[in-house]
């Protein structure tokens, strides 16, 4: 049995084929400069005496379905922008953090002239800010000896990323959401579909009156 979840997604992908559908027809018709002047139903004729009426059906169609669609965007509980953001902010901090850690790290006197690499473990927030970030990271400082062995050697320090540092990052989070992830397209873009027609209607309007001269 399906839950209220599942509802509300079947409901929203409904809604959301109808906007996008209504909003083309509506504006469709509107550019073609379509007349029409009977419905043919069951194979009998039904003549409709003022055509603009079918205009203002078409709108009170692309406003219901607006509405509607409008709803259920508002009442799914996780459209996962958000944590997309977050998840992939993570991910280039990550390595923005163990780049600032090598850039930072100071060897001690017996690893200054061997060639070390590093393996890191966890990465800890504590503090988070809007324009401040403090990550304790943990590592392994590896590095040959004389004889060609591998020594690791645990390490554990603080990482200071500020909002210099955490501008880009955060630019390619949100440039990631918006154009690797489906989420614009499955959210946002049925919003700019339906404004096709109202700002066809606000151009063909303003174009008459710019041109129009008494």
Not at 60 to 65: A, K, R
Not at 73 to 84: E, I
Not at 158 to 165: D, M, V
Request: no cysteine; hydrophobic share 45%; proline share 4%.
């Amino acid at each position: 049995m399906p839950n209220d979840e599942d509802l509300i997604r079947r409901g929203f992908v409904a809604e959301r084929r109808n906007l996008i559908a209504v909003s083309l027809i509506l504006f469709f018709y509107q550019s073609s400069e379509i007349v029409i002047n009977k419905i043919n139903v069951f194979g009998n004729d039904w003549p409709i005496r003022d055509p603009s009426q079918v205009s203002v059906a078409l709108w009170i169609w692309w406003g219901y379905s607006l509405f509607r669609y409008y709803q259920y965007f508002r009442d799914l509980p996780d459209k996962g922008f958000l944590s997309g953001y977050r998840r992939k902010l993570n991910t280039i901090l990550r390595t923005v953090s163990q780049r600032h850690f090598r850039r930072v790290f100071v060897p001690d006197d017996e690893l200054k002239d061997s060639k070390m690499f590093f393996t890191f473990g966890s990465t800890d927030v504590v503090i988070e800010s809007r324009n401040y970030l403090q990550l304790e990271m943990h590592a392994t400082v590896n590095h040959y000896t004389k004889d060609g062995k591998t020594v690791g050697q645990g390490t554990t320090k603080k990482i200071e990323l500020f909002w210099r540092h955490l501008i880009i990052p955060q630019i390619r989070a949100f440039s990631h959401v918006v154009l690797s992830t489906r989420l614009v397209t499955e959210y946002i873009l049925p919003f700019l579909v339906a404004l096709f027609p109202f700002w066809y209607l606000v151009l063909r309007f303003s174009s008459r009156s710019w041109f129009t001269f008494p």
